[in-house]
């Protein structure tokens, strides 16, 4: 079972390298004990997304319903044939993580096939669901059962994760409308996206962004570089999203460079080295 189960793992592993290099490199900053249970959470969670978001051919609906009845099936049974969702039981079971995050993620994922437009308290719901309890699965595993110290990070560990799920929201509002149909924030019109819209939405993203800080800091030495690393892509990504007009946004995709990313990596690794963070 041993090399079956890390078999599975390296599946994870390979997955999330092929969908996302700027969450491999925040992966490689944790301790390395970390590395294999965060690899299991984004290959679970990244599968689930591309049912609803790319499987245009297929029964969505279908498929994540399957997908949801195996998940928790390998969880009671400690073992799955499916290599992703082997390798994320091992880390719910070893963890604890509780069923309510799970359940809360594959929701959201359930309101991708049917929502379009979202009011606040449909909004809110689904941050929560796609992204907070996403942090909060991964706060599990960086607090290792110890769950005075995982309550004491529960909401700054929200706010990081509501961060950078509305900065993907903004930075992807052209392709989610016309691919998908959908406009995430309450109450905006895609073709009514103003100045005075982006810079409301901007003043709520500071501000998660703001509270998360404190509860970065916090958290133990083995994963708070790595953390920390993510905090800052994400907010030299929104910055540059702040700086560019309304018009631009419902034009582009905007990304930051390979070497901007490069650059982040070297000056934070810096900051941990001398004891700045």
Same mark, same amino acid.
């Given at each position: 079972m041993e090399l079956f189960d890390q078999t599975t793992m390296e599946c994870s592993k390979l997955i999330t390298q092929r969908y996302s290099t700027s969450f491999t490199l925040g992966i490689k900053t944790l301790d390395k004990k970390f590395h294999m249970p965060v690899y299991a959470i984004y290959g679970f969670v990244r599968y689930a997304d591309e049912i609803v978001d790319t499987f245009h051919n297929y029964d969505k609906k279908s498929l994540l319903q399957n997908f949801k009845k195996e998940t928790y099936k390998a969880i009671e049974d400690g073992v799955s044939f499916n290599p992703v969702l082997n390798s994320f039981q091992l880390v719910v079971n070893k963890y604890k993580i509780d069923h309510s995050l799970i359940e809360a993620f594959l929701h !959201?994922? *359930?309101?991708? @096939? *049917?929502?379009?437009?979202?009011?606040?308290?449909?909004?809110?719901?689904? =941050?929560?669901? !796609?992204? *907070?309890?996403?942090?909060?699965?991964c706060l599990k595993v960086f607090c290792e059962n110890n769950q005075i110290l995982y309550d004491s990070l529960v909401a700054p560990a929200k706010k990081l994760g509501a961060a950078f799920q509305k900065v993907n929201f903004i930075r992807d509002i052209k392709s989610d409308y016309e691919e998908r149909g959908r406009v995430y924030f309450p109450g905006v019109d895609f073709n009514e996206f103003t100045k005075l819209t982006k810079d409301e #939405?901007?003043?709520?993203?500071?501000? &998660?962004? &703001?509270?998360?800080? *404190?509860?970065?800091? !916090?958290?133990?030495?083995?994963?708070?570089?790595?953390?920390?690393?993510?905090?800052?892509?994400? /907010?030299? /990504?929104?910055?540059? =999203?702040?700086? @560019?007009?309304? !018009?631009? #946004?419902?034009?582009?995709?905007i990304r930051i460079k390979d070497s901007m990313k490069m650059r982040i990596l070297l000056m934070t690794y810096f900051q941990h080295r001398i004891n700045m963070l």
């Open positions: !959201s994922m *359930e309101l991708d @096939l *049917e929502e379009t437009t979202y009011d606040q308290t449909g909004y809110n719901e689904y =941050i929560y669901g !796609s992204a *907070e309890v996403v942090g909060l699965m #939405i901007e003043a709520d993203i500071q501000k &998660d962004f &703001d509270d998360a800080l *404190e509860g970065i800091l !916090s958290l133990p030495k083995g994963a708070k570089l790595g953390v920390y690393l993510a905090y800052r892509y994400y /907010l030299k /990504l929104f910055r540059k =999203i702040k700086r @560019l007009p309304a !018009s631009r #946004i419902k034009q582009e995709r």
